[in-house]
Every structure is written in structure tokens, then in C-alpha cells.
């Protein structure tokens, strides 16, 4: 259901601040994703949440492991929009396919260095950057550093902004086959 205080918003009835950012998603994806219509009422927040994927995309972590990062914020916010679209997002790649299932449950990862990360942004996102001796060693020793830990904290951030925003204008997840519910991940 679509929450009614938040209309999505096209690059003609958005604020003037927001319509080159709602043009320009526009264009990239062949339509205005829900979160950036609804977001572009605050172009404050909008151009700031762009912004930061555009950021975390330059990081050091590859594909995979910015939708790993992503998944793992995700599911634990219970963000049904960002899960369904990462998921949709993995699945288009057979080597990350296999990953799809655990990151939804929040089950460990059948890759042991993907797996360390997964476990480092979880401990990140829920101690709030405090991460236990035993989960740091297990990120260096999967060949992750301090530069890693950063762009993870950035990606932590981009999507506790993302999700919290999605889930609080009730983002319409466009990606119906892969429908996810909070639930699915206890």
C-alpha cells in the first residue's frame, strides 16, 4: 500500500532542486524508481542519498561485495524494496546467484571470504562501528583492511539512509519476483 504523504513525484512536478536528479534516474533506468520520486520532495535528501551510492560505487569493494554490504544492511532494516531489488540485482549474475538465498535469510555466505565481510557489516551496523576482536581478525585474515572497513562503513551508512528512507515513504518494490518480507529473514 502507498503510503499517501508521499506522492512519487516525476521530473515535472518535483521541486525545481530535485527535477535534474529525477531526470537523470529517469534516464538511467527507463523510469523514475519509487524511492527517487517520493525522495524528491526533500532535494536535500535526495541529492545527498544519490550522492552516497554514487560514492560507495568508487569504493574499494567490488560489485558483489557493495551488494553484499547492501543485502546485509538491508534485510536487517527490513527494507521489502532494497531486498527484492538486490536480489534482482545478484541474480542477473550466475557466479553471485547462489549468494541470493542466504543474504535474504541472513544465513552465512558459501563463500568464506564474502562471508567475512557479511559478518564485519553486520557487527558495524549493529554495534554502531564497534566490531569484536574475532569478527576483525576474520576480516583481515579474508584479506580485508583498514581501507575495506571504511568503504564498508560508507556503504552502512549510504543504505541505513536508503532503507530508512525507502521504508518511511513506502517504497513500491517494481521487482514482484523477488517480493521479500522482514519475516522471510527469521
Known sequence: MTNPRF????????????????????????????PIGKAARSPATLAHSLAGFAAFERSSLSAVEREVVAMTVATRNGCEYCVAMHSAL?????????????????????????????????????????????????FRAAGYDETTALDVVLGVGVYVLSTTMNILVDADPPFAAFAWSPAAAR
Open 7 to 34: 506522492e512519487h513525484l516525476t521530473a515535472l512536478t518535483a521541486p525545481e532542486a530535485s527535477r535534474p536528479l529525477v531526470a537523470a534516474s529517469g534516464k538511467r533506468f527507463g523510469f523514475v524508481p519509487s
Open 90 to 138: 545478484l541474480s542477473r549474475d550466475a557466479a553471485a546467484a547462489p549468494l541470493v538465498g542466504a543474504l535474504r535469510e541472513g544465513a552465512p555466505l558459501p563463500d568464506a571470504r564474502l562471508e567475512a565481510l557479511r559478518r564485519f557489516t553486520r557487527a558495524v551496523h549493529e554495534g554502531s562501528g564497534r566490531v569484536d576482536r574475532e569478527t576483525w581478525e576474520a
